[in-house]
């Protein structure tokens, strides 16, 4: 479980592979983020660490808070931006819609 970071929200984990350009794009737009903004992340390579991220493996660069993916496929530091700020998913989930 991720730790709380100096904010008060999880710690970010950004899955990479090395010589991806838009891995390297999402971590300078991370890194332009954490800059303003204060959240802590870190990148972690697919191909370093747990079997369990293999399931991103064609979906890079994901970025995850705590085991949840909120972004996959996009270093847009607008999107990541508004990933990573608190209460994304309360705002996603109370504008769908179930029949």
Known sequence: ??????TGGNMYT??????????EQAEESLAQIESERGIEWR????????PALAQ???????????PRAVT???SS?????KATK??????IKSSLHFN
Do not use: F, Q
């Open 14 to 23: 950004l899955v990479v592979r090395p010589g991806c350009h838009l891995c």
């Open 77 to 81: 530091k607008v999107a990541l931006d």
């Open 43 to 50: 990148a972690v390579n697919i191909d370093d660490d747990d």
């Open 72 to 74: 996959k496929l996009t």
């Open 1 to 6: 479980m991720p730790e709380p970071d100096s």
């Open 56 to 66: 991103y493996s064609d979906d890079l660069p994901v970025l995850l808070d705590g």
């Open 86 to 91: 608190p209460g994304m998913w309360s705002r």
